[in-house]
């Protein structure tokens, strides 16, 4: 799974119980260390990086190695010292209990019938019913969180990819995806808050036959603020405090309809496969509407 602070309870528990770690190609900024705190610093790291300045920036190693990512592990791989593997059937053994554990604790969430649907649903199936090939393009905030932390990808020729920053650059790009893959099926995760920043683009992507299935987490809310209110105001909300955070209830479908796409609206978990099969199918471009329960806050970490 995903380490960091957008991430799986599973990842960070087994980063953080690590006696050795190794940073390949990644900056170890704030978000994917959740702060530097996964994994502690001071831990025995090794570092892969072909940037050098991103070599013992934020974390000090025991040895940083300047070099392509893919190129320097196979050299390692090449010199690996296979008598050694028996040492490490304890610690395969614990990383496979650390996940059966977090599978225990959210498996009636990821396989919920609720209704309004359960986000965790949603993520399991898009696991279960992307296409092979699919390129997965994830927006911030809880659209990351639940991704992060709930969707599995099946095959190595899938891809995926997220925001780092800006609310609302999952639609955008995704299109800019489909535009440099035309033959890759490209899906978009996005929220309702998130949609609404670019939902013009709905337009160019009619216009210039740019085939994306976008699918929105439509909660009716950007609910990722809603503990941050809930502080606020003591723990018990007013209705006035929920007009800082809720929207206005929209057809998200009915409006892609009305500039030319193709608009599926889900409200059953039960037709999420069918919803997502159709999609991929008509070739066109495709807002997937699909309506999520607003009381659903995707887990943050605790250490």
Not at 114 to 131: G, S, V
Not at 137 to 155: C, E, K, P, Q
Not at 192 to 217: C, P, Q
Request: aromatic share 8%; with cysteine; charged share 25%.
């Amino acid at each position: 799974g995903v380490v960091g602070t957008y991430s799986r309870e599973a990842a960070n528990q087994t980063v953080l119980e690590s006696d050795l770690v190794c940073f390949i190609g990644t900056e170890t900024g704030g978000m994917t260390t959740h702060f530097w705190q996964i994994p502690e610093v001071g831990v025995d790291a090794i570092q892969i990086d072909i940037e050098p300045e991103n070599l013992g920036r934020n974390y000090p190693v025991k040895v940083a190695i300047q070099g392509d990512a893919k190129t320097t592990l196979k050299l390692m791989l090449e010199n690996l010292d296979t008598d050694t593997a028996g040492q490490r059937k304890p610690w395969i053994e614990r990383t496979t209990e650390i996940k059966r554990q977090w599978r225990d604790k959210f498996e009636t969430l990821l396989t919920s019938d609720a209704l309004p649907m359960r986000p965790e649903r949603l993520c399991r199936e898009l696991t279960d019913h992307l296409p092979e090939d699919a390129f997965v393009v994830v927006d911030t905030g809880h659209a990351g969180m639940w991704m992060g932390g709930m969707f599995d990808l099946r095959s190595n020729t899938q891809n995926y990819v997220r925001s780092a920053g800006h609310l609302g650059w999952a639609f955008p790009a995704s299109l800019g995806v489909k535009c440099g893959l035309p033959d890759r099926p490209v899906i978009c995760f996005t929220g309702d808050a998130g949609f609404w920043y670019h939902i013009g683009e709905i337009e160019t992507a009619v216009r210039w036959n740019i085939n994306a299935v976008i699918l929105v987490n439509n909660n009716s809310s950007g609910n990722q603020s809603k503990r941050g209110f809930d502080r606020v105001y003591g723990g018990e909300q007013t209705d006035q405090a929920r007009e800082l955070w809720t929207f206005t209830r929209v057809n998200f479908a009915r409006i892609a309809e009305e500039m030319g796409a193709v608009g599926i609206r889900v409200e059953n978990p039960g037709e999420l496969a069918g919803a997502l099969h159709k999609a991929f199918s008509l070739n066109k471009p495709v807002v997937l509407d699909v309506v999520t329960d607003i009381d659903a806050l995707a887990p943050i970490v605790e250490l």
